[in-house]
């Protein structure tokens, strides 16, 4: 089922995640309905709190498309290349960092914005899957950055938050005098 995504200003994207305690039927499906929402949105990231649910869940796929839409992995790192996507996780935590990388980030959220954000080149994080079991992702490229964007949706942050307080004013001030622009169809949307 697809979902509604909720934009920038909702107040619901500024609230903080609570943590899943049992990986319920319900939570599942709330996961391939997420999945389903980010396809059709064209994204490469989901967190739960965009589709006004506050819990501490994200869905992510980064792998590439050929000219037939089969997903493909010939942009990913070797360290990307290590997990089978698309990828549910649940309740992630973010035990290391190390280095630095920007990436021009957009948001499914704050659709038709693109800047540059800095973020750990370098990510080992702690979740649990769809079934509950306990994983471990060591990562770098753009699953890494994907990582920590939606990351900071469960915390109740956006990409904007983490850009100059000039680009973001400027951005907030486009949005709410003019609204959002019309979205193009390209998928390396966060």
Do not use: W
């Not at 920590?148 to 469960?154: A, F, K, T, V």
Request: hydrophobic fraction near 35%; aromatic fraction near 6%; include cysteine.
């Amino acid at each position: 089922m697809i979902l509604k995504v909720l934009t920038f200003p909702h107040p619901n994207l500024r609230k903080k995640s609570t943590r899943v305690k049992d990986v319920t039927p319900e939570i599942r499906t709330l996961a391939q309905d997420m999945l389903e929402t980010m396809y059709y949105e064209r994204g490469v990231g989901l967190a739960a709190p965009q589709v006004d649910r506050q819990i501490r869940m994200v869905v992510i796929d980064t792998r590439s498309s050929d000219e037939e839409g089969n997903p493909t992995m010939e942009d990913m790192t070797e360290l990307e290349k290590k997990y089978s996507q698309p990828l549910i996780v649940i309740n992630p935590e973010i035990t290391k960092r190390e280095g630095k990388t920007t990436y021009g980030e957009g948001c499914l959220s704050v659709p038709g914005f693109i800047e540059t954000v800095e973020r750990a080149n370098y990510i080992e994080v702690s979740a649990l899957d769809e079934n509950g079991k306990k994983i471990e992702i060591k990562t770098d490229g753009l699953l890494a950055i994907c990582i920590q964007h939606e990351i900071d949706h469960l915390d109740g942050k956006l990409f904007i938050d983490r850009i100059s307080f000039l680009k973001s004013s400027k951005i907030k001030s486009s949005i709410k005098k003019h609204g959002y622009p019309e979205r193009k169809q390209e998928r390396r949307i966060l």
